[in-house]
């Protein structure tokens, strides 16, 4: 079935060339001119770098049959006169309008996550627990921006039952704009970390922010939160469940237990499992557990679910050298909450022997210092040997305790690092490589592998 006909895009922009005797079949909405395509409505984005209408031509070759097109830019010649344009006053604005359309016209249920932590992780738990009961669709991978969520709503397909989507955000009203395009019917905020605190100024404001999700909210709509966070302590909204450690939450995580593929809980009584290790995975679940109740799914199957759950491109990722040794790659990002949570995962690891990779955590502006140093306190003697490298990491150093001293090292170069981390890569040993995505320590775990 298609997803967009001539009578849907003429009705949102009435503004248009060349359609009164034509029909336009759509079937994706994309924005990448490179990408070859069956039916493809193209939609040039004006960026920092890259004016997408200068691309316009190579749309056409790899089979863009109509375009948006900002009333600002001019139509090159060489286009054919035949060939449908969609006029708008902005075409990011034409993309988040066609995908609150597509939002209605499909009108599944929507879960929008946001969080300063684990938004992806809980997506996909969600979105994979409840694929055995619906028609699921979720945000391919963090696609969770003002271009990226519209996209992901694009590309549900039409007998979608239940929508997932990711929402993130840099700044003040970015998840309120999100969140009337997507109109959840349930909204999650995971967890309230430091990330991005440089533009929100404290704790309080990046809770704000992830609340303007409730703006969007469907008026029977749910808000699910974090319990165990005061700021997320909630009384002026109507519908809202609580999941947490805490006594009196709506959904109790309780009498956690990690292994070394899995993590066992109950929430309110019920034992759980899931492949994903940590506490903070239990919780996750406990957002999906009170999301499959809400849709009236059975909870003792939701329970195998979980327990069965696949989750492509894990964070936390366990690669077993030929040394014997288990690394542990967690690179792909970090702030402070996610640091500390991940090794909170390691100290329980069944290993003889921890080691810590530890590199910088970016975006914290004037909080740098004492966000590592945070880090830094709940390091122990659970752990063995602490590395860091970059430059705000050394702030971790300065915060462990004493009994580190002679077992931690702060490192300015990448190749030195990497000869001490071969000093520990031996039989019963786990080595976690953790830091901000720009410190690129997949590089690092590269040269380990080798
Ligand atoms: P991004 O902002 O990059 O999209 P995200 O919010 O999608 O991040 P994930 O990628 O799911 O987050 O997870 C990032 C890290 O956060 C993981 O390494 C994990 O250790 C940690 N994490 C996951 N869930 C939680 C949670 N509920 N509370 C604290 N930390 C968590
Ligand atoms: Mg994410």
Same mark, same amino acid.
């Given at each position: 079935?298609?997803?967009?006909?001539?009578?849907?895009?003429?009705?949102?922009?009435?503004?248009?060339?060349?359609?009164?005797?034509?029909?336009?079949?759509?079937?994706?909405?994309?924005?990448?001119?490179?990408?070859?395509?069956?039916?493809?409505?193209?939609?040039?984005?004006?960026?920092?770098?890259?004016?997408?209408?200068?691309?316009?031509?190579?749309?056409?070759?790899?089979?863009?049959?109509?375009?948006?097109?900002?009333?600002?830019?001019?139509?090159?010649?060489?286009?054919?006169?035949?060939?449908?344009?969609?006029?708008?006053?902005?075409?990011?604005?034409?993309?988040?309008?066609?995908?609150?359309?597509?939002?209605?016209?499909?009108?599944?249920?929507?879960?929008?996550?946001?969080?300063?932590?684990?938004?992806?992780?809980?997506?996909?738990?969600?979105?994979?627990?409840?694929?055995?009961?619906?028609?699921?669709?979720?945000?391919?991978?963090?696609?969770?921006?003002?271009?990226?969520?519209?996209?992901?709503?694009?590309?549900?397909?039409?007998?979608?039952?239940?929508?997932?989507?990711?929402?993130?955000?840099?700044?003040?009203?970015?998840?309120?704009?999100?969140?009337?395009?997507?109109?959840?019917?349930?909204?999650?905020?995971?967890?309230?970390?430091?990330?991005?605190?440089?533009?929100?100024?404290?704790?309080?404001?990046?809770?704000?922010?992830?609340?303007?999700?409730?703006?969007?909210?469907?008026?029977?709509?749910?808000?699910?939160?974090?319990?165990?966070?005061?700021?997320?302590?909630?009384?002026?909204?109507?519908?809202?469940?609580?999941?947490?450690?805490?006594?009196?939450?709506?959904?109790?995580?309780?009498?956690?237990?990690?292994?070394?593929?899995?993590?066992?809980?109950?929430?309110?009584?019920?034992?759980?499992?899931?492949?994903?290790? /940590?506490?903070?995975?239990?919780?996750? &679940?406990?957002? %999906?557990? !009170?999301? +499959?109740?809400?849709?009236?799914? *059975?909870?003792? @199957?939701?329970?195998?679910?979980?327990?069965?759950?696949?989750?492509?491109?894990?964070?936390?990722?366990?690669?077993?050298?030929?040394? /014997?040794?288990?690394?542990?790659?967690? &690179?792909?990002? %970090?702030? !402070?909450? +996610?640091?500390?949570?991940?090794? *909170?995962?390691? @100290?329980?690891?069944?290993?003889?022997?921890?080691?810590?990779?530890?590199?910088?955590?970016?975006?914290?502006?004037?909080?740098?210092?004492?966000?590592?140093?945070?880090?830094?306190?709940?390091?122990?003697?659970?752990?063995?040997?602490?590395?860091?490298?970059?430059?705000?990491?050394?702030?971790?150093?300065?915060?462990?305790?004493?009994?580190?001293?002679?077992?931690?090292?702060?490192?300015?170069?990448?190749?030195?690092?990497?000869?001490?981390?071969?000093?520990?890569?031996?039989?019963?040993?786990?080595?976690?490589?953790?830091?901000?995505?720009?410190?690129?320590?997949?590089?690092?775990?590269?040269?380990?592998?080798?």
């Amino acid at each position: 079935m298609n997803k967009f006909t001539t009578e849907l895009l003429n009705k949102l922009f009435p503004n248009n060339r060349n359609l009164n005797d034509q029909v336009v079949s759509i079937d994706r909405i994309y924005t990448d001119s490179r990408e070859a395509v069956n039916n493809g409505l193209f939609v040039p984005i004006v960026g920092e770098r890259f004016n997408g209408h200068d691309f316009i031509l190579q749309a056409v070759d790899k089979g863009a049959v109509a375009a948006i097109w900002s009333t600002e830019q001019e139509v090159p010649t060489e286009l054919s006169e035949q060939f449908p344009l969609f006029f708008v006053d902005d075409t990011l604005d034409g993309l988040q309008q066609l995908a609150s359309a597509y939002r209605d016209y499909v009108d599944p249920t929507v879960i929008g996550v946001t969080g300063s932590n684990g938004k992806t992780t809980t997506k996909e738990i969600i979105g994979s627990s409840l694929a055995h009961y619906f028609e699921v669709s979720k945000t391919e991978g963090n696609l969770n921006n003002l271009i990226g969520m519209p996209l992901s709503i694009l590309s549900m397909p039409v007998n979608t039952e239940v929508l997932v989507l990711e929402m993130g955000m840099n700044s003040f009203g970015e998840i309120e704009h999100l969140s009337e395009i997507a109109k959840p019917d349930l909204a999650v905020i995971t967890n309230i970390g430091e990330s991005h605190i440089e533009h929100l100024g404290s704790r309080e404001g990046i809770a704000k922010a992830k609340l303007e999700i409730v703006k969007g909210l469907n008026e029977n709509g749910v808000l699910i939160v974090d319990g165990d966070e005061p700021l997320l302590e909630i009384n002026n909204y109507k519908q809202v469940l609580s999941c947490g450690f805490h006594n009196g939450l709506d959904y109790q995580v309780t009498e956690v237990f990690q292994s070394e593929d899995q993590t066992s809980f109950k929430v309110n009584n019920q034992p759980l499992s899931i492949p994903l290790l /940590g506490k903070h995975q239990a919780k996750n &679940a406990a957002y %999906a557990l !009170a999301i +499959s109740d809400w849709l009236k799914v *059975d909870q003792n @199957k939701m329970a195998a679910s979980l327990a069965n759950l696949s989750l492509p491109g894990m964070r936390f990722e366990q690669i077993k050298t030929e040394s /014997g040794a288990l690394m542990i790659n967690d &690179a792909y990002n %970090a702030s !402070a909450t +996610s640091m500390r949570a991940s090794i *909170d995962v390691v @100290k329980k690891l069944p290993y003889t022997n921890k080691v810590l990779v530890l590199g910088d955590i970016f975006e914290l502006g004037e909080f740098a210092a004492s966000e590592h140093r945070k880090v830094g306190e709940v390091i122990d003697q659970e752990i063995d040997v602490v590395f860091t490298i970059g430059q705000d990491s050394q702030y971790i150093i300065e915060a462990l305790p004493k009994q580190f001293t002679g077992k931690s090292q702060h490192f300015h170069e990448r190749d030195q690092l990497i000869r001490r981390i071969k000093d520990y890569m031996y039989e019963d040993t786990v080595i976690l490589l953790k830091a901000s995505r720009g410190m690129k320590f997949e590089e690092i775990i590269q040269k380990l592998e080798d």
